[in-house]
């Protein structure tokens, strides 16, 4: 079972995209981490796949659930 799914996630603060082109699938027992510079996307990322933010292009789903901005 597929827990997470990222098809092509653009993310952009006004017009500065920070997060662009990213697919990504993780499944159950896998285990993920994020890593890389201050200021490289990651809280984005983390805030993209939890709803806070609202996805410019691209698809998320989490445990077989669109994610849709929930703030």
Do not use: C, H, R
């Not at 201050?38 to 709803?51: E, M, R, V, W």
């Amino acid at each position: 079972m597929n827990i997470l799914e990222i098809e092509k996630l653009t993310f952009a603060y006004d017009k500065q995209i920070i997060l662009e082109d990213i697919s990504l699938t993780i499944q159950e027992n896998d285990f993920l981490a994020i890593i890389g510079p201050n200021g490289g996307g990651k809280s984005t990322l983390l805030k993209t796949i939890l709803g806070i933010n609202k996805v410019k292009k691209g698809k998320i789903k989490l445990l077989g659930s669109k994610v849709e901005k929930n703030i």
